[in-house]
């Protein structure tokens, strides 16, 4: 078996007394979807905030393509080939879709500030490039008819298959998503999904917080399950679901698997 994507191992992180995460590990394979859920205060977006460097572990070892990455800034593990989308919105309404996307060719483009002043031919060449690539990447979401609208006139589902278009650009192979369908309605939660498996058919693989537990048992090949900062369970969906630790976590106690 070849070695895995990304290796989050023994990750530990402390928040004055409370131990958020305690001995975490995690592996992401090429092409992997791996899901990481939990009840509420789990710690699965301290974990995620630590694989993408906006906060560091207090302990750990994290690997990505075979590098360490744990003291790296967060654009730089853009630029290795891990992107993120946020769980608060976060676009430019009055910029359009397309020019949304291409904000996340960023860490992909070249050309310095002088010359991009000078608007030379390599930067016109390049940002015809980028949006070659932006606007084929609305199209593999589904979104390519919004292309030239403004961004804020989008509804909250598109905006959301926006935001994935956008760390999409940066061209990774690891794309990690925070609660895609927070605040979806039922019809967009379908459109994320097929979204979601269409960029994994391309081979990207993702990493998912999600709370919702249909999604999560559609389109992962894998979970970990965390509770109270320690990860009590991995394996298929179906593993997951019919293990009792996972049942009484979410339950409490005394709950049985029927
Ligand atoms: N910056 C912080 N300072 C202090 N405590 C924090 C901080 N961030 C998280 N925590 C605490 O760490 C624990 C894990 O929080 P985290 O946000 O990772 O949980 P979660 O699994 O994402 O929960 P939810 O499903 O509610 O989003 C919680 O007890 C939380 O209060
Ligand atoms: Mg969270």
């Not at 994507?5 to 007394?17: H, K, M, V």
């Not at 956008?166 to 379908?190: F, K, N």
């Amino acid at each position: 078996m070849s070695t895995p994507l990304l290796i989050a191992d023994n990750i530990n992180r402390e928040f004055g007394g409370l131990q958020a995460l305690s001995r975490v590990s995690l592996t992401v394979e090429a092409g992997e979807i791996k899901a990481v859920i939990g009840p509420n205060g789990a710690g699965k977006s301290t974990l995620f905030n630590i694989l993408t460097g906006v906060t560091p572990a207090s302990s750990g070892q994290i690997i990505f393509d075979g590098q360490h990455i744990e003291r790296l800034p967060a654009h730089q593990r853009v630029e290795r080939g891990m992107a993120r989308t946020f769980q608060n919105l976060q676009i430019f309404p009055h910029m359009t879709v397309l020019e949304n996307v291409m904000v996340g060719r960023h860490s992909r483009t070249n050309s310095g500030f002088l010359s991009a002043f000078l608007n030379t031919g390599a930067v016109r060449s390049e940002r015809a490039h980028d949006q070659r690539i932006a606007m084929q990447l609305l199209e593999l979401l589904g979104l390519e008819d919004r292309a030239g609208d403004l961004a804020g006139d989008l509804s909250y589902g598109e905006a959301k298959i926006m935001e994935i278009a956008r760390a999409m650009a940066s061209q990774p192979r690891l794309l990690l998503l925070d609660e895609p369908m927070a605040g979806l309605p039922a019809d967009a939660v379908g459109t994320v999904s097929q979204a979601i498996l269409n960029l994994n058919a391309q081979g990207v693989a993702v990493l998912l917080v999600e709370h919702n537990v249909r999604v999560v048992m559609n389109l992962s090949h894998n979970v970990l399950v965390l509770n109270n900062g320690c990860a009590i369970s991995h394996g298929t969906p179906e593993q997951v679901r019919h293990d009792q630790a996972v049942i009484d976590a979410y339950l409490g106690e005394g709950a049985h698997a029927a």
